[in-house]
């Protein structure tokens, strides 16, 4: 694996928030921001929703994420910590290479080794390995960053 300077840092993709009212919460970082609503997600089989919305010109998202069932991985997260920033999402070059540095350079395990969804191929780095929050790192799969969609 040829070496890499550094995490191979993109940007800050977008923090999450976890709210126990997500649409009051997100009306409220909304209006504090200028903040655009881009749309809403729920997860049936997470039992959670979650907003998603971006400061003007797309310089950063945020994520709301709030449960509305009890065993939900929000609602235990706001059970034991309360509300409030739940994890940060940054975009590198290739998280296969910036596991690699995190694991070489920082000697921190990942929570599980990198994986792909249909967009991303991403990892996680627990809270207690960061001070408190959880740090989601991802490099676009060929293909399908919003920038590469035919017109």
């Known amino acids: 694996m040829p070496e890499q300077d550094g995490i191979g840092w993109v940007r800050l993709d977008h923090v999450a928030i976890a ?6 919460a997100t009306a409220f970082w909304g209006k504090l921001f200028g903040m655009e609503l881009d749309h809403w997600t729920v ?25 509305f069932q009890e065993d939900s991985f929000v609602q235990k997260f706001i059970d034991s910590r309360g509300p409030g920033m739940h994890h940060m999402t940054i975009e590198v070059e290739d998280a296969d290479r910036a596991c690699e540095y995190v694991r070489r350079e920082l000697q921190i395990e990942p929570l599980e080794e990198p994986f792909s969804d249909f967009e991303w191929r991403q990892f996680f780095i627990h809270p207690r390995d960061t001070g408190g929050v959880l740090v989601q790192f991802y490099s676009w799969l060929p293909g399908r960053r919003p920038a590469d969609w035919p017109k």
Not at 19 to 24: C, I
Not at 43 to 51: A, L, P
């Open 19 to 24: 709210a126990q009212n997500p649409k009051a």
């Open 43 to 67: 997860s049936t089989d997470g039992g959670y929703r979650v907003s998603q919305s971006h400061l003007p010109d797309r310089q950063l998202g945020l994520e709301i994420i709030g449960p």
